[in-house]
């Protein structure tokens, strides 16, 4: 996708909206279901940058996003809290070229600092899209070890369900 996106980025978008959609409708098994990303955010950010850069044609964006408000609006798709680590981009390229994952060698710092837009418009501005529920920032441009911290001062408010949170 990431070679090609005109080519492949409505057929990437599409199987992760079904993916992302299986994994809000699965069977809750415990309390808490945690995902790294949500139908919202593969429209939100992912479509859109595509949309934006060009790389995907009216018309798919078009049927991308019926199909996504189709879903909003007839499935329980909600979410009760996004926690976002807002990370610069340029820790987001440096990280990456750590991983060295041969499917990630080919992602520009442009196409990095155009997602990192887009959260921000979408989940600290607000201006771009409607955010599905409250958002918990961390900035995430520490360390592991920073990191691990950060999580463990903030672990009551992430794993705790937000209705169960808000009716104490």
């Not at 939100?44 to 991308?64: A, C, H, Q, T, W």
């Not at 610069?88 to 750590?98: G, I």
């Not at 520490?142 to 794993?159: A, G």
């Given at each position: ?75 329980s798709v909600s979410v009760d809290l996004i926690v976002y680590l807002q990370t ?11 991983r060295c994952r041969e499917e990630e060698k080919v992602i520009p710092m442009e ?58």
């Open positions: 996708m990431y070679q090609d996106a005109t080519r492949w980025g409505i057929t990437l978008q599409t199987y992760v909206q079904l993916t992302m959609l299986d994994q809000h409708m699965r069977t809750m098994v415990s309390p808490i279901r945690m995902m790294e990303r949500s139908i919202h955010s593969a429209k939100y950010i992912f479509v859109e940058n595509l949309y934006r850069s060009g790389k995907m044609p009216e018309v798919d964006y078009v049927v991308l996003t019926e199909w996504f408000e189709w879903i909003i609006k007839n499935l610069s981009p340029e820790r987001c390229y440096e990280r990456l070229k750590r196409y990095l600092e155009a997602i990192h837009l887009l959260y921000e418009e979408w989940l600290i501005k607000k201006s771009l899209f409607k955010v599905p529920s409250p958002v918990l920032v961390l900035q995430a441009d520490h360390d592991l070890q920073d990191m691990l911290e950060m999580y463990e001062e903030n672990q009551d408010r992430i794993l705790t369900p937000y209705n169960v949170q808000h009716c104490l």
